[in-house]
């Protein structure tokens, strides 16, 4: 690959990413309630029903019970698509809570740090619970 | 001799440049399919890295090349019948490597990336992995040479098959006439290769000729009422290039360092995607068999 090959291609794609930001902006999915979460739950997991669940005050994140198994899924905005891990044993490396406030770190790599802001503290602890309960 | 043979896919480029503008044009104005800024970014990325590290995957396909050629059973000089029937056999080599890339997590942790977004335009076309060297895939192949067709042939043939490839990764284009759909890969067959739904895992691996998999059982029609949504069984929630294109390596060395036997070890490497000892992961035939299961429990309960 010789240089103007090399340099010709990054300013491709330069100019491919600005003109899919100047048409479409940095769109940025928000779940609004709970739905959002459930149909994107049942769509991926066959036979679930959605259960108690809590979205995040920023709308970035969602956590949701299964009420057939009993798992909780962390389901979180990225891009204008979501992303959805049940969160069973093994699956955390670290959870705490802090006020409203409960952070994840998962396992898995490609996550970055989960901070969800819930409207109140006692609703965090509700569900720091539940989620130490199911990882135990 | 290598000279005299066109590279397809550096011809094709420029095109591909002006489609992926055309599809962008037309997700926005008329609302026939959807892009994502850094999405689209991370598909570009993967595939310039693919096109800078795919050296070394010729360098290795060049070397078994040498070795195989004093074993091949002819030498086949050009002539237009046998370009064609390089073309469909290589072709059907890229059906098996394909349908091993699904099964056998070895050769998934170099192709789960293409599969990674949860887009499906003309830039997924082109997120393509890195470390095809680290795989054995380009046995695939090897019966190609055996056979006799001379190496440009076969890097000819090869570039038509990608170039092909390209314009099928698109929501723009429905399904095309049934002629058409019988024989050739299309926009909605592979819409269905790409897409999670339980229904549609593990189908419709061909590259150019659909009817490998209409003859070896892997057909899967897309269905109206069972909309494809994309990506991959568990989702990345990142865009960076670097981790989709390692996670699944860094996933299998884990996994290894952590087998309790030999056995358990080769089975993560050798295993469909998603085997676990206990079975608590999911596989696509797993995602499938519970699928059918609340299928069934849906209309007995109607």
New interface residues.
């Given amino acids: 690959m010789n240089l103007i090959y090399f340099a010709g291609s990054l300013a491709g794609i330069a100019l491919i990413v600005a003109l899919n930001l100047a048409l479409f902006g940095r769109v940025r999915f928000r779940i609004t309630s709970l739905s959002d979460v459930a149909a994107k739950l049942a769509a991926e997991v066959p036979g679930f029903r959605a259960g108690d669940g809590i979205v995040a005050s920023d709308g970035r994140a969602a956590l949701c019970e299964d009420k057939t198994s009993g798992a909780i899924y962390l389901v979180e905005a990225v891009g204008n698509r979501l992303v959805t891990r049940r969160l069973g044993r093994g699956s955390l490396r670290a959870l705490s809570g802090d006020g409203a406030g409960l952070s994840l770190r998962l396992a898995d790599f490609t996550f970055a740090k989960s901070k969800l802001a819930f409207a109140d503290a006692a609703a965090r602890k509700i569900w720091e619970a539940r989620l130490k309960a199911a990882l135990a | 001799m290598m000279a005299h043979w066109p590279n397809p896919v550096e011809i094709a480029t420029p095109l591909f440049?002006l489609l992926?503008?055309a599809e962008?044009?037309a997700?926005?104005y008329l609302h026939r399919g959807?892009?994502?800024?850094?999405?689209?970014?991370a598909s570009?990325?993967m595939g310039?890295g693919s096109?800078?590290l795919g050296?070394a995957g010729l360098f290795l396909f060049l070397a078994m090349a040498k070795f195989l050629t004093p074993y091949r059973l002819m030498t086949i000089g050009f002539s237009w019948a046998a370009l064609i029937v390089c073309f469909v056999l290589d072709d059907l080599a890229y059906y098996a490597w394909h349908r091993a890339s699904h099964r056998v997590r070895w050769l998934w942790a170099d192709h789960v990336q293409h599969h990674s977004s949860?887009?499906y335009n003309l830039?997924t076309a082109l997120r393509q992995p890195w470390t095809g060297a680290l795989t054995p895939g380009l046995f695939f192949r090897a019966p190609l040479i055996l056979i006799g067709f001379p190496l440009p042939m076969l890097a000819f043939v090869h570039g038509l098959n990608l170039v092909y490839q390209f314009w099928i990764h698109t929501e723009a284009v429905g399904k095309l006439p049934r002629w058409f759909e019988a024989v050739m890969n299309t926009p909605s067959h592979h819409r269905v290769h790409h897409a999670?739904?339980?229904r549609y895992l593990d189908s419709n691996y061909a590259g150019v000729f659909i009817v490998w998999d209409r003859w070896f059982g892997t057909f899967v029609a897309e269905e109206e009422s069972d909309k494809p949504?994309y990506?991959i069984v568990?989702?990345?929630?990142?865009?960076n290039p670097l981790?989709?294109m390692a996670?699944e390596w860094?996933g299998i060395v884990q996994d290894v360092m952590r087998a309790k036997s030999a056995r358990e070890a080769a089975a993560y490497i050798f295993a469909p995607p998603g085997w676990s000892p206990d079975g608590?992961r999911d596989t696509s035939d797993s995602?499938k068999a519970?699928?059918a299961?609340?299928r069934a429990?849906q209309s007995s309960a109607e």
């Avoid at chain 2, 959807?34 to 970014?41: I, K």
């Fill in positions: 440049i992926v503008i962008m044009l997700a926005r959807e892009y994502e800024a850094r999405d689209t970014a570009l990325l310039f096109t800078v050296f949860q887009h830039s999670t739904n339980a949504r990506g568990k989702n990345l929630a990142t865009f981790k989709v996670h860094i608590s995602i519970r699928w299961q609340f429990a």
